[in-house]
């Protein structure tokens, strides 16, 4: 299996909602990441876990929670997200530490 | 401050066509070079990679162009088609540092049949 996967696809979701994003692999890759895309811009690193222990978080607002239950599994809690955190967020994972790959993402609309 | 600065914002070529996609950097420990082709609604794609070591690396149509005097590297599509039309990022990052990605702020290739 050399996908990362993602779940759901989409999501829409009011501003005083609790939701959750899944992403799963089974390269036996050691670091995953959750990164931020608006539309025509680069991702934006959210946050890294490296041996399922949070290793980066780059200032991200505490509505954004993550966790990593083992190995293959992460997932993004959200909660009383805004408007503007609508983006498409993208989950990778690498084995080393430079070839990043990446899942086809979740688009997440805040209404 | 952008660590990769990436041009042209955008590019239209006709099929056949060799489109050329440039970025530079200032950071001289940076030591990993990787390409990304994404299309809408999708996840970026690993296309090409290379270390500075280097100067040049094919991968089918895809070769990177690699100067480390000048610190640029660059994305040269040989004979290139329709379904090339994407958006491409380089990337930039350290061995050290290597879980921390420095995108560049992409390119919008159109290939017209």
């Known amino acids: 299996d050399t996908e990362v996967t993602q779940t759901p696809k989409h999501l829409v979701m009011g501003m005083t909602n609790k939701k959750s994003l899944k992403c799963e692999q089974h390269m036996g890759h050691r670091a995953m990441y959750w990164y931020k895309q608006k539309a025509k811009k680069p991702p934006e690193l959210m946050f890294v876990y490296s041996y399922e222990k949070l290793s980066i978080n780059e200032s991200v607002p505490s509505r954004f929670s993550p966790e990593c239950p083992n190995s293959s599994l992460l997932n993004l809690h959200l909660h009383a997200l805004q408007p503007e955190d609508s983006a498409l967020y993208l989950c990778?994972?690498?084995?080393?530490?430079?070839?990043?790959?990446f899942g086809p993402g979740t688009r997440l609309t805040v209404l | 401050q952008q660590q990769v600065k990436q041009s042209p914002q955008s590019l239209i070529v006709q099929k056949g066509g060799i489109p050329i996609i440039n970025c530079a950097y200032e950071n001289t420990a940076f030591d990993y070079f990787p390409w990304y082709q994404q299309f809408p609604g999708k996840g970026p794609a690993l296309l090409i990679a290379?270390?500075?070591?280097?100067s040049e690396k094919k991968e089918g149509r895809f070769t990177i162009s690699f100067n480390k005097s000048a610190k640029q590297f660059s994305l040269h599509i040989m004979d290139s088609q329709p379904g090339d039309s994407a958006t491409y990022f380089c990337?930039?990052?350290?061995?050290?540092?290597?879980?921390?990605?420095?995108f560049g702020t992409g390119t919008s290739l159109t290939v017209i049949p």
């Open positions: 990337a930039a990052t350290t061995s050290v540092r290597g879980n921390q990605f420095y």
């Open positions: 990778a994972s690498s084995q080393v530490a430079n070839e990043q790959f």
């Open positions: 290379i270390r500075p070591d280097v």
